[in-house]
């Protein structure tokens, strides 16, 4: 039966059993929107995006959904529900199965179960050239927080005098987290704890005290700092970035002309949008591709 056609779309809760098909539906869905658009994928193989939808169906504080049409998975979604602000995404659909109401039926069975654990707030970062995905969340609900530039290459800077980089330990998590709620007005100490425990989390120190984190210099990883300064150190002490990149707020035009003039390109637009809390930060900062 055609797409346009069906009707009847299931959503239920996903299993680990569920990964690797969800995995490769997510592969060719970005790939196939990103082609459309002249840009590259977010994934360079369906191996990594197995692997990313593995770990996101069962991640301890993850809620993942799978759709169905006549038994047949369709599409998934997943909210990270480990901040009193959750996170939306990845959302895929198959693209043999677009203009179904599979994304919107994804989409609302997420926010039904934010809006139960009585979430402060929900974000999720949008293909800024994906249209239908813009006017998909807008229906819903949310709201245009900040324009994102997804930067990558390798820094040619890769020193800030007097700020010192180094590996993120379990005792960091209390100064990280309190910079968090005065920068954002949350923490996001679950993801960051995680995060230290992979090995992956970074902090900076001026004047011997934590003036900034990131959980990961990634796609997938969030930084919060007290300046452009130490943000600048966090990405200068990477030889690359995970993933497709780093989304930089492009407001923050002093920070993105750094990337720029350090050997950083752009390599997609993106943008950040919310429902509930949402305090302007006061900081600098990268969200995830989540959040």
């Known amino acids: 039966m055609p797409a346009s056609v069906q009707t009847e779309v299931l959503v239920r809760l996903a299993t680990p059993a569920d990964a690797p098909l969800c995995g490769r539906i997510c592969y060719d869905a970005f790939c196939a929107i990103n082609a459309q658009h002249g840009f590259p994928p977010d994934f360079p193989n369906v191996d990594m995006a ?14 993942a959904v799978v759709a169905e049409v006549d038994g047949r998975i369709v599409g998934s979604n997943v909210l990270d529900e480990r901040s009193i602000v959750m996170g939306i995404g990845p959302i895929t659909v ?8 599979v994304g919107r039926k994804l989409m609302q069975a997420v926010l039904d179960h934010a809006h139960a ?28 927080r900040e324009p994102l530039s997804c930067v990558q290459g390798s820094p040619r800077t890769r020193s800030i005098p007097g700020c010192d980089v180094r590996p ?20 996001r100490g679950a ?9 992956v989390a970074r902090v900076v120190e001026r004047g011997g005290r934590i003036t900034g984190y990131a959980s990961d210099l990634s796609f997938f990883g969030h930084a919060t ?6 943000l600048q150190a966090l990405l200068a002490s990477a030889d690359t970035y995970g993933g497709p990149g780093i989304l930089i707020p492009s407001r923050n035009t002093d920070l993105l002309r750094w990337c720029l003039s350090n050997g950083l390109r ?3 637009p993106a943008t950040l949008m919310s429902i509930g809390l949402y305090n302007e930060p006061r900081g600098a900062w990268f969200p995830s591709i989540l959040f």
């Open 191 to 199: 993801d960051l704890a995680m995060s230290i425990q992979r090995g």
């Open 266 to 268: 752009i390599t997609q």
């Open 94 to 101: 198959d693209p043999a199965t677009q203009n179904a109401g």
């Open 50 to 63: 197995i692997g990313i939808i593995t770990m996101m169906f069962t991640m301890p504080g993850s809620h």
């Open 168 to 187: 993120a330990a379990p005792a960091d998590l209390d100064a990280c987290n309190r910079l968090s709620m005065q920068i954002h007005g949350f923490d």
């Open 117 to 144: 654990q009585h979430a402060a707030g929900i974000r999720l970062v949008q293909a800024a050239f994906h249209n239908r995905s813009l006017s998909l969340y807008a229906n819903l609900g949310f709201d245009v």
């Open 225 to 230: 700092c007290e300046s452009n300064q130490d």
